[in-house]
């Protein structure tokens, strides 16, 4: 009897006991969980996929990271709390019997219950203040996409050739470097860097004033998120390619930026000054030193104009004309998988028939060579198709201009292709005809030197890589027109 009577009053106080134990014991388990993420000032997330050198917002991954840690955490509070209370069930005490097993019951329940209802409640505050911060998010980040699209913005690495959206960027102030200075987890138009500088992370909000490297060899990008006009300047040897290149910097920057009102800036001014040297020399007669065959030297220009929608960085890539003399070292270079524009420059020396039509001049005479054109062409196009997985019976969409230098060492003054006819060499035309979508031949003399030798192929070139270059001379699909 009395020991019914115990059971009942110790009974109750223990399940009185274990209903107040139970809530105080949960009650407060979802904050000690939110105490535990929100001391870890990073998330997880963002560090795995960015781990960038730079302070994270709160309001971007971390605050649902923080959300469902929180819950997990609170739930194997709980389930500890409920696992330490068994170890004291091996009791003979009513009154801790029904307090441990009451106490149990109440965390599992209320506990569930607490937590379900706190993690609404945190979800809901979260997504309030999260809500206008993505919003503000996307329009920044569409504004980005567009400008880039619309623009066709890019770098490429003068050094390694690679091309990329955007370079890495180093902190001015402690030279950190930032892999992914976009809009994002560290801010959406600016960000703080380690060493507390704050650094702009838009095109818009002017990142591109900063320092960049390439993200694949560590070479300077002094591009500044321009749109690069990639244009190869390809021949065989001594055919002309740097005579063709320096006459059209200079026709670009003498002539065609005048009549256009464009503004051109060499990349920075150690390149200018290299440049304007060998411009001058160009200018006086002197030819230019013979190409290296086992480095691309990279010529960069950048055009501005009001009317552009964004600045254009030209890049005229040229190499030692034997370089191409093998289809293998045609394919290690990089940049013809992304290439806007090809130039070919050919010289009529290389033609068999060449000997016709040549001013009466002996040494002239002597400097015929011994290259087969169509042996190089031919090369270079399967190479190219290699390179850019194009089919045989597809055409390349990339325009070329070919070039036929030279010409004033030869009598004739018709349309270059009855010229490349009358040489024999109509299955050079054939040869454009049923590989390009758009061509175009030009008879060109670079030397005695004329401002404007190359300028009709400048034109049609920038013409057809960009629809903002607005040239009158554009040229038509499959064109095949002389100058
Ligand atoms: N007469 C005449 N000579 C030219 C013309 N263009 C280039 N040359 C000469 O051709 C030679 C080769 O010119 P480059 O510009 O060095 O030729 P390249 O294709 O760059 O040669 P590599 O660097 O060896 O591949 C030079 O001696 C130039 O003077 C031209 O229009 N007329
Ligand atoms: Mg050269
Ligand atoms: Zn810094
Ligand atoms: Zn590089």
């Not at 010529?299 to 009317?307: A, D, E, L, P």
């Not at 230098?405 to 054939?430: C, S, T, V």
Request: hydrophobic content about 35%; aromatic content about 14%; charged content about 25%.
């Amino acid at each position: 009897m009395l020991d019914f009577i115990s059971l009942v009053f110790l009974g109750i106080a223990g399940i009185i006991a274990g209903i107040v134990y139970g809530f105080f014991k949960c009650a407060l388990s979802y904050f000690k969980a939110f105490n535990y993420s929100f001391n870890r000032k990073y998330s997880l997330k963002t560090k795995a996929k960015l781990g960038e050198p730079a302070a994270e917002k709160y309001f971007f991954n971390k605050q649902y990271e923080d959300l469902s840690n929180t819950y997990e955490s609170a739930k194997s509070i709980n389930s500890g709390n409920i696992l330490m209370l068994k170890s004291q069930l091996n009791t003979k005490s009513y009154f801790t019997y029904y307090r441990v097993k009451t106490g149990q019951k109440v965390i599992y329940i209320l506990g569930n219950l607490i937590n379900v209802i706190c993690v609404s409640i945190h979800f809901l505050i979260v997504t309030i203040i999260s809500m206008p911060i993505y919003l503000f998010y996307f329009i920044v980040l569409c504004g980005e996409k567009f400008k880039f699209k619309r623009g066709k913005i890019g770098g490429v690495c003068p050094r390694c050739l690679t091309r990329f959206d955007i370079p890495y960027y180093i902190c001015p102030k402690c030279g950190r470097i930032h892999k992914m200075l976009t809009p994002g987890p560290y801010g959406i138009i600016k960000r703080r860097c380690k060493c507390k500088e704050v650094i702009p992370c838009t095109n818009l909000g002017g990142r591109f004033k900063l320092k960049a490297i390439c993200p694949v060899c560590g070479g300077d990008i002094e591009s500044r998120e321009s749109s690069p006009l990639c244009i190869p300047v390809v021949g065989p040897g001594s055919s002309g390619k740097t005579s063709f290149i320096y006459s059209t910097i200079n026709t670009l920057r003498d002539c065609i930026s005048r009549e256009r009102k464009w503004n051109i800036e060499f990349l920075n001014e150690n390149c200018g000054d290299k440049i304007k040297k060998s411009l001058e020399s160009f200018k006086k007669g002197i030819p230019p030193e013979k190409s290296d065959n086992s480095h691309t030297e990279v010529y960069n220009i950048f055009i501005n104009s009001s009317r552009f929608f964004n600045e254009k960085l030209l890049y005229f890539y040229d190499i030692g004309g034997e370089y191409f003399n093998s289809r293998a070292n045609i394919r290690t270079q990089k940049h013809y998988k992304y290439i806007e524009g090809l130039i070919f420059v050919i010289d009529p020396l290389c033609m068999a028939r060449g000997e016709k039509y040549i001013k009466k001049n002996e040494s002239v005479k002597g400097r015929f060579r011994d290259i087969n054109i169509h042996d190089f062409i031919d090369r270079f196009i399967l190479a190219l198709r290699e390179i850019n997985q194009i089919q045989p019976k597809k055409l390349i969409t990339i325009p070329a201009a070919i070039v036929i230098n030279k010409m004033d060492l030869f009598g004739y003054n018709g349309p270059i292709e009855d010229f490349l006819r009358e040489m024999g060499e109509d299955a050079l035309i054939k040869k454009f005809e049923y590989n390009f979508a758009s061509y175009k031949f030009f008879s060109c003399s670079l030397f005695p030197y004329e401002e404007t030798a190359a300028a009709e192929v400048v034109k049609w070139i920038l013409g057809e890589t960009n629809s903002e270059f607005e040239f009158l001379e554009k040229g038509k699909h499959g064109s095949v027109r002389s100058v």
